[in-house]
């Protein structure tokens, strides 16, 4: 990346030592052949000597996972601590920011397995998992897609599409969970696309919502067939309908979310 934003730099300077050289030379032939002569308009020029970047390669590398190695570090770490604690074979890994009833924005790690959908805290500094809170595939009764949004009066907003997964419809968040923002007995999680989904392909093959949802509906669709939960009857159903986030002021979700608080992130140098 680095290299092509070097190339891009030095192709800018050259085109304005073109330019001007040849501005030049228009300019000494307009006096020449009179007033009336035209010369090129100045939008023109400065497309040209400042073309838009398609992406700052500067901005993505902030994120710790990012750096190489780092998420194939947390792919082994989580693969070892499915298989001797749990059993079990990971079969996919995704990056993704989770959302949660606060509408703070968390850096995850989702791993489908044999039988669980794990949700993973894993610090990309330190390059260790933190906290993993495990969902039984054939617990899960519904998965949602669509656009975010907020109650009628609500100073919090949110762009975007996401994705929630239920996973107990008989328990509904109490009042206590609802205005309790440390609160994890919530029985849905929310997510959407981490920020370095377009950094380069394999952070967006590993970042996408719909692929992440297709692969998920298969396994619980599998998992409900091999063993059923208790009391769980008929399939996963999935629904495109809006995501409701109900926070109305937002003061400590606009303030951790604008400082990506949730994210394992390079924030600068301190000292002299």
Known sequence: MSGSGNYQEFQTVEMRKELEESNKENSDAGSASGPNSTTAPPSASKTMLYPRPYADPYDSRKYFATRPGAFDQAMDDLKAHVMSNMGETAHSFWLLAEVDHWNNEKERVAVITDSA??????????????????????????VCLGS????????????????????????????????NPWSTDVPYATFTEHPVKNINQRFSTICQIPTFTAQLVQAVQN??????????????????????IETYTGLMSFLGNRNKLGYSLARGSFGF
């Open 117 to 142: 959908l794990l949700i993973c805290k894993y610090d990309f500094i330190m390059l260790k998992c933190l906290q993993l809170q495990r969902i039984p595939l054939s617990y899960i009764n519904r």
């Open 148 to 179: 975010f949004t907020f109650p009628e009066r609500s100073l919090d907003k949110r762009e975007g599409e996401g994705l929630r997964i239920f996973w107990d419809k008989q328990q509904e968040p109490s009042f206590l969970s609802r205005w």
């Open 223 to 244: 998992a409900q067939r091999t063993d059923p939960a208790p009391g769980q009857t008929g399939r996963v159903v999935v629904a495109n309908e809006p995501i409701l």
